[in-house]
């Protein structure tokens, strides 16, 4: 298990980067409105069952790489904190990639909107590379179990993303229009997700040049 005070840094950082809404809780707004909160609570279960894939697919590369050398893997820690900074920079001075919320969505049933979830966010290299990416961080390699450990801390955030999508479907009814009209909303996204991620980036290299002077 990583330790105690990992898990509410991770906790921390996790609902930071969830609660800033992107273009999956957008997606999950736009099918909340449009066909109600059961349509966007399936979308959610699809996206986040593939969550789960991710995380499987991070712990068993990560630890694979922790195995066959410690270097190996603080070097994959430093290059996480280097994409984490370059995604900030990227989502403060690049193209605005949300979607346009004033498009209409075709109705679908809720298994087909739990299997679109699901294939959207499996095959999204951005989310694997994120993964890759974050979850390193809060990994304490001396208490061994790295595997274990990428997959609890992975799981708690599947369980946050849940929490904080679900709670974003059950005010669509009610902000969802307001945040399709609300352009000013969207950009001050932008930015502010932009400073956390690269917050996190550097936080993640100054806590990894710590560690490696003990």
């Given at each position: 298990?990583?330790?105690?005070?990992?898990?509410?840094?991770?906790?921390?950082?996790?609902?930071?980067?969830?609660?800033?809404?992107?273009?999956?809780?957008?997606?999950?707004?736009?099918?909340?409105?449009?066909?109600?909160?059961?349509?966007?609570?399936?979308?959610?279960?699809?996206?986040?069952?593939?969550?789960?894939?991710?995380?499987?697919?991070?712990?068993?590369?990560?630890?694979?790489?922790?195995?066959?050398?410690?270097?190996?893997?603080?070097?994959?820690k430093y290059a996480g904190a280097a994409y984490l900074i370059w995604l900030g920079f990227k989502k403060i001075f690049g193209r605005n990639e949300?979607?346009?919320?004033?498009?209409?969505?075709?109705?679908?049933?809720?298994?087909?909107?739990?299997?679109?979830?699901?294939?959207?966010?499996?095959?999204?290299?951005?989310?694997?590379?994120?993964?890759?990416?974050?979850?390193?961080?809060?990994?304490?390699?001396?208490?061994?179990?790295?595997?274990?450990?990428?997959?609890?801390?992975?799981?708690?955030?599947?369980?946050?993303?849940?929490?904080?999508?679900?709670?974003?479907?059950?005010?669509?009814?009610?902000?969802?229009?307001?945040?399709?009209?609300?352009?000013?909303?969207?950009?001050?996204?932008?930015?502010?997700?932009?400073?956390?991620?690269?917050?996190?980036?550097?936080?993640?290299?100054?806590?990894?040049?710590?560690?490696?002077?003990?």
């Amino acid at each position: 298990m990583p330790t105690f005070d990992n898990i509410w840094l991770f906790i921390g950082a996790s609902l930071a980067l969830l609660l800033i809404p992107g273009p999956a809780v957008l997606y999950i707004f736009a099918r909340s409105v449009e066909q109600g909160r059961l349509a966007g609570f399936a979308s959610i279960l699809g996206i986040h069952a593939a969550t789960l894939v991710h995380v499987i697919v991070a712990a068993l590369g990560l630890s694979a790489v922790l195995a066959s050398s410690a270097l190996a893997f603080s070097i994959v820690k430093y290059a996480g904190a280097a994409y984490l900074i370059w995604l900030g920079f990227k989502k403060i001075f690049g193209r605005n990639e949300l979607p346009d919320t004033d498009t209409h969505l075709k109705p679908f049933g809720y298994a087909r909107l739990l299997r679109d979830g699901f294939v959207v966010n499996l095959f999204n290299p951005k989310t694997a590379l994120f993964f890759l990416a974050f979850l390193p961080q809060f990994v304490a390699v001396d208490r061994g179990h790295a595997t274990m450990q990428i997959a609890f801390l992975g799981l708690i955030y599947t369980c946050l993303g849940i929490i904080t999508d679900g709670s974003y479907a059950f005010a669509a009814g009610i902000a969802g229009n307001w945040l399709r009209r609300n352009r000013r909303y969207l950009t001050a996204e932008r930015y502010v997700s932009g400073v956390l991620l690269i917050g996190l980036g550097l936080m993640a290299a100054f806590a990894g040049n710590r560690s490696s002077r003990r």
